[in-house]
């Protein structure tokens, strides 16, 4: 495999780890966000703030 790469093997397939692990760390990120914004909604919504907006029905 190595070979068919070609002389710039190395190159190559450290770029294309160096991509996998920041897309990784971006889906990381983005979950863990998403948990953070669904305790502070809950935790207001608990206080008795609601969302704003009316009913789209």
Do not use: C, K, N
């Amino acid at each position: 495999m190595m070979d068919a790469l070609g002389p710039h093997a190395g190159f190559i397939l450290a770029a294309y780890l160096a991509a996998a692990v920041i897309l990784l760390g971006l889906a990381t990120t983005i979950l863990l966000d998403r948990r953070a914004q669904r305790r502070a909604l809950a935790a207001l919504e608990e206080r008795g703030v609601g969302r704003r907006g009316g009913s789209t029905s």
